[in-house]
Each structure stands twice: as structure tokens, then as C-alpha cells.
């Protein structure tokens, strides 16, 4: 099963940037790796994802403010955040979607999370 560790949260402050990095144990059977974050008391969300083709999407909130890549020689996946907002505010998740070599079977892997925090 694929290991995930992400790096690079913190507290900056409104408009500012923070760069996440997220380390994958290997890049065997990872197709799209996505970034996901949860706000204080709320669900879950989708920020960005990238494809094993290299093609991305984006939550609207983040458009034109964040951007999601990879680099599959190294097994990592980014999230360059700029122009960053209070309601950013959230703990940022890694998570890669992945198909077992032999078996096809797929299956989720979650890394434990790393906090962003924009002061206003």
C-alpha cells in the first residue's frame, strides 16, 4: 500500500503563500493524486487533482490562486498556494488513488494531514 507524507504547512498571513509537498512511499499503480481540505467543523473538500497525464482540476475557491503538480521521477505531488485567504484556513490532506499492480484491484490512500492557518 502506497504511504503518504505531507510537508509544508504553517501560518502565514493573508495574501501570502505557502508551497505543500506530499511524499509518496512509490509511484507504482498511483493514477490522479489529489489535495483535499477540512476547515474547522466542516466536511471535507476536494481543493485539487492531478492526473497521471498531468491534468488537472480545481475547487472554484482556489482558481487561479493554487497550483496542483507532480513529480512522478520523484513521487511527489505540490500545492502552491498563493494569494492565500482566512478561509483557507483548514487541514490540507493528501490522497492518491491507486490500482494494485497484479490484482487491479483499486484502492485510497490518505496521508495524516498537515494545518494551514491565514491570519487575517
Known amino acids: 500500500q502506497v504511504q503518504l507524507v505531507e510537508s509544508g504547512g504553517g501560518l502565514v498571513q493573508a495574501g501570502g503563500s505557502l508551497r505543500l509537498s506530499c511524499a509518496a512511499s512509490s509511484i507504482l499503480g498511483i493514477q490522479t493524486m489529489g489535495w483535499y481540505r477540512q476547515p474547522p467543523g466542516k466536511q471535507r473538500e476536494l481543493v485539487a487533482a492531478?492526473?497521471?497525464?498531468?491534468?488537472?482540476d480545481y475547487a472554484d475557491s482556489v482558481k487561479g490562486r493554487f497550483t496542483i503538480s507532480r513529480d512522478n521521477a520523484k513521487n511527489m505531488v505540490y500545492l502552491q498556494m498563493n494569494s492565500l485567504k482566512p478561509e483557507d484556513t483548514a487541514v490540507y490532506y493528501c490522497?492518491?488513488?491507486?490500482?494494485?499492480?497484479?490484482?487491479?484491484?483499486?484502492?485510497?490512500?490518505w496521508g495524516q494531514g498537515t494545518q494551514v492557518t491565514v491570519s487575517s
Open positions: 490522497k492518491a488513488e491507486c490500482v494494485r499492480v497484479i490484482t487491479r484491484v483499486k484502492y485510497e490512500s
Open positions: 492531478i492526473t497521471s497525464g498531468g491534468s488537472t
